[in-house]
């Protein structure tokens, strides 16, 4: 079957950095997204890696290493309004999302 | 440049009415996705629709959920008789024809509570 986890939830401080881990088994690999979603929101997109190695975009930064089926989302400088769930997917051979739970990410002051 | 739309935000349905969803894509997009979120759960894929079609509707429940897309006008999502069970956030989202960047353009979403 094909299974994507992620913790459920994290707390971090304001101003510090935080990972956020996702592993995959999927059938077939096209692509690992990462989105943000607020409570009560529809998600955002966040990054895309479809090659191995680390893309940066701000403050934000994925990694991807396709051998171990293993991503993570890096925050750094962390703000308040960073609090939200943040969704790994990969995108299966069928071109098919398939999505983690979310791991909740709780900013404390 | 409007994004996805969907309609209504909110839906309130006693046991075994009948709620329609609907779901306007981006203009250009011509993929559209239905998703299901339970409340502190992750997105379960439902249906896959381009116009007239539906490509994949294997996280569709058999019974009572039903979806299109018509050649004129928006994409629903129909749920007859429903249940409690059947309170959730039901998003929509929709892709370029290039679907294989698999960037989702996500609508605000439709919250079904059954009573």
């Known amino acids: 079957g094909q299974n994507i986890d992620q913790p459920t939830e994290m707390t971090a401080t304001e101003g510090a950095i935080v990972q956020i881990n996702c592993t995959y088994q999927?059938?077939?690999?096209?692509?690992l997204f990462w989105y943000q979603q607020h409570a009560g929101e529809a998600p955002t997109f966040l990054s895309y890696?479809?090659l191995d190695g680390l893309e940066e975009k701000g403050r934000f930064s994925s990694f991807l290493s396709r051998s171990k089926g293993y991503s993570y989302l890096l925050l750094k400088e962390l703000q308040m309004k960073d609090s939200a769930s943040y969704l790994c997917?990969?995108?299966?051979?069928?071109?098919?999302?398939?999505w983690g739970a979310g791991t909740k990410l709780i900013i404390k002051p | 440049n409007a994004g996805v739309m969907q309609n209504p935000r909110h839906l309130v349905r006693r046991r075994g009415q009948e709620a329609r969803l609907r779901c306007s894509p981006m203009?250009?997009?011509?993929?559209v996705y239905w998703y299901r979120q339970l409340p502190e759960e992750g997105l379960k894929f439902m249906v896959y629709l381009q116009k007239e079609n539906i490509i994949d509707e294997s996280g569709m429940p058999k019974e009572r959920f039903s979806a299109e897309f018509p050649k004129e006008g928006p994409s629903i999502l129909r749920i007859q008789q429903v249940v409690r069970g059947d309170s959730a956030a039901y998003f929509c989202?929709?892709?370029?024809?290039?679907?294989?960047?698999?960037?989702?353009?996500f609508g605000e979403g439709s919250r079904l509570t059954v009573l």
């Open positions: 999927t059938s077939g690999f096209n692509g």
């Open positions: 890696n479809v």
């Open positions: 989202a929709s892709s370029p024809p290039d679907r294989n960047t698999g960037e989702l353009f």
């Open positions: 997917a990969v995108m299966d051979s069928n071109y098919q999302l398939i």
């Open positions: 203009k250009g997009h011509s993929h």
